[in-house]
């Protein structure tokens, strides 16, 4: 491992520099940048638009705005079908795209036709980095911020630091961009990586195609990286092209002198299949060292593998062979221009004889909105997080693997390494042409009625910061407790949008008398705390689990450490994210402890914060983990309550 110095710009900073609005552009100094384009999905964009709209602007003010629906397409009861009809009217009346259930996924989708080397790009889903691929400086953020960057506000984040992922050699037979960015995971795990930036350099990206490099870029979010970056060159304009939009291309790349704060070089030509292993995308294991394993269900598809190409490689080493009797085996296209395409060209046809079940293009499983698996069973996925009981079924056990490595299992039952296959792989290529038809967009004609149903309410309102908190630790986790944790998807996204009974599920999985705890002692006038261990926060964007806790009576989150988009999301919404100066007090703490927080306004303007322990007569010191701009909207109690346009 070797560290590049020079006097040259990185990819990343060449690209803030030309969106820079306010801020020194100087590694761990807070900036502001101008948001070009936005996206939503409907599990967070229903909140968003709510928030939008309590803005009071007629229509949006950034370059382009596209709000997607992907996530609750099954309609069981009328919540989701109300909640699209609300997103499409408020996207007509707000000069917004929508994207209609069926269109596909939206990070897929957002790279097949609007994503484009140079802009920014703010999602309300933390898999927007998978627009990197394409050169895109794209990060995940909670709906109030996307809001906010529709609205023209800029985007707030600390000017990263930057790890340059060297690349050298080529990818083998059955290797693929999966096992690349699991090589990554395993090299730099899921926590400790706040306010950095991967960016993916050397010899050996030439090699690898956009929807490749999409993959790495949007499995970079499991390391809690603001996000990934590859360059802008041929492969991009190719792809462009391919998709009838190379009037977008622009090339784009790192100095050859820029300058990393570290270097993580990848051999390409050594790298074998992977697996990450239960329960976090960052428990790595090699294909070898499983192979064997009885597996249960098989699941291909996902933001993270489901393009044309690897549907059609999985196909063929799924050609002439039947799906092992033990074995149920979904595969969903991430786009209807993927299902189009593998339609036409016979990929389908290879699939369904194979014995494969061809499920909606949407994120379904990945969220555990269907194909749950069964009672202690394996299932192998190439979606991007393996997290405790996110399938539905707390008692599986799911690993993450390529759809080479998934292809391969399924035919034999068993964990298999896809490099006994004797399938010729070696002609599949991105094409030149995809099939492109945009009909399932819908454009903003500004006439339409907002429709909302009856499980549509507004945002909670909360109240400026008191100088005095006193409560108790209503409850005590401890390392990686990720927002599906805090706020369970699956059958509970419905509620998304109906704020008091998705309260209802908070820490579902981890203790269910937390709501009734917390609204007890919120009803009492206490504020309510949360006592966390290492990355708390870490996985999706969803800016319920602040919203939620916040509604319930949560008044501070105090973490041995707290990952970016939820620490924004707790400022955004007044909870105040407090991080202990020693993690040995995060051990004297116990649930049930009567806290109390003293002059908080000198404390917030300060940054440090004296924790008093009533129960156990103790003193704990705790460092606020706030901006400037952030210490305003803890202080009006939320950013809603502070933002003037």
Not at 77 to 80: D, R
Not at 526 to 530: A, H, L, M, P, T
């Given at each position: 491992m070797s560290i590049i110095r020079g006097m040259?710009?990185?990819l990343c900073y060449k690209i803030l520099s030309s969106h820079l609005v306010e801020g020194r552009l100087e590694k761990g100094e807070s900036i502001k940048i101008r948001i070009d384009?936005?996206?939503?999905q409907d599990a967070t964009g229903t909140m968003a638009y709510l928030e939008f709209e309590s803005l009071g602007l007629d229509k949006v003010r950034n370059e382009l705005a596209v709000s997607y629906v992907d996530h609750n397409t099954v309609q069981v009861?009328?919540?989701?079908f109300d909640d699209h009809e609300y997103l499409r009217t408020v996207a007509d009346r707000k000069g917004i795209i929508y994207s209609r259930a069926g269109n596909g996924i939206c990070h897929q989708v957002h790279l097949e036709r609007f994503a484009l080397p140079g802009k920014t790009l703010l999602g309300s889903d933390s898999h927007t980095p998978t627009a990197g691929g394409i050169a895109s400086f794209a990060a995940g953020a909670g709906g109030l911020d996307v809001a906010l960057a529709m609205a023209g506000v800029p985007f707030e984040i600390v000017a990263p630091r930057v790890v340059g992922i060297r690349l050298s050699g080529k990818l083998r037979p059955f290797v693929s961009a999966k096992d690349v960015i699991l090589k990554v995971l395993e090299r730099f795990g899921v926590k400790g990586n706040v306010n950095t930036v991967f960016e993916y350099i050397g010899e050996g990206v030439s090699t690898l195609s956009v929807p490749e490099r999409a993959t790495i870029t949007n499995m970079g979010a499991e390391c809690g990286v603001t996000t990934s970056l590859f360059p802008s060159d041929d492969?991009?304009?190719?792809f462009l092209k391919a998709q009838g939009r190379?009037?977008?291309?622009?090339?784009?790349s790192a100095d050859a002198d820029a300058e990393y704060d570290d270097i993580f070089d990848i051999d390409l030509s050594s790298l074998e299949p992977l697996a990450a292993c239960p329960h976090s995308p960052g428990n790595i294991k090699s294909v070898k060292e499983l192979e064997g394993m009885k597996v249960n269900q098989i699941l291909i598809g996902s933001c993270t593998n489901s393009s044309y190409m690897d549907l059609k490689k999985a196909a063929r080493i799924l050609k002439g062979h039947k799906v092992a009797d033990s074995v149920s085996l979904g595969v969903a296209p991430g786009s209807r221009e993927v299902l189009l395409m593998i339609t036409e060209d016979g990929t389908l046809e290879t699939l369904i004889k194979a014995g494969a079940r061809i499920l909606e293009s949407a994120c379904g499983f990945c969220i555990g909105n269907h194909q749950s698996p069964g009672t202690d069973s394996v299932s192998l996925r190439t979606s991007n997080r393996n997290f405790y009981a996110r399938s539905g079924t707390a008692s599986a056990s799911l690993y993450l693997v390529s759809p080479e490595t998934a292809a391969a299992s399924a035919i034999t039952g068993v964990f298999t390494d896809p490099r006994t296959s004797v399938a010729d792989l070696s002609d599949i290529k991105m094409p030149e042409r995809?099939?492109?038809d945009d009909s399932m967009f819908i454009y903003p004609s500004f006439l339409e009625e907002i429709k909302r149903g009856p499980n549509i309410g507004n945002p909670p309102e909360n109240k400026p910061l008191s100088d005095t908190i006193h409560g108790h630790a209503v409850i005590k986790v401890g390392d990686k407790i990720t927002t599906d944790h805090i706020m369970p998807a699956g059958a509970r996204l419905k509620y998304r949008s109906n704020i008091k009974k998705y309260s209802e599920f908070v820490f579902e999985s981890v203790n269910p008398d937390f709501?009734?705890?917390?609204?007890?002692?919120r009803d009492k006038g206490?504020?309510?705390?949360?006592i966390a261990g290492a990355s708390y926060g870490q996985g999706s964007s969803r800016e319920h689990a602040a919203i939620c806790p916040m509604y319930l009576g949560i008044k501070a989150v105090c973490a041995v450490s707290i990952e970016r988009i939820h620490q924004a999301n707790l400022c955004n919404f007044g909870i105040l994210p407090l991080i202990f100066q020693s993690e040995k007090d995060y051990e004297s703490i116990d649930e049930g402890d009567e806290l109390e927080l003293l002059d908080t306004h000198s404390s917030l303007k300060e940054g440090h914060f004296i924790l008093h322990d009533i129960t156990k007569n103790m003193e704990i010191p705790l460092t606020l983990m706030a901006t400037e701009e952030q210490k305003k909207m803890l202080l009006a109690g939320g950013r809603l309550n502070e933002v003037k346009l």
């Open positions: 040259g710009k990185t384009q936005t996206l939503t009861g009328f919540e989701n492969n991009t304009y190719e190379e009037d977008g291309y622009i090339p784009l995809f099939i492109i709501p009734s705890r917390a609204s007890a002692y206490e504020g309510g705390f949360i």
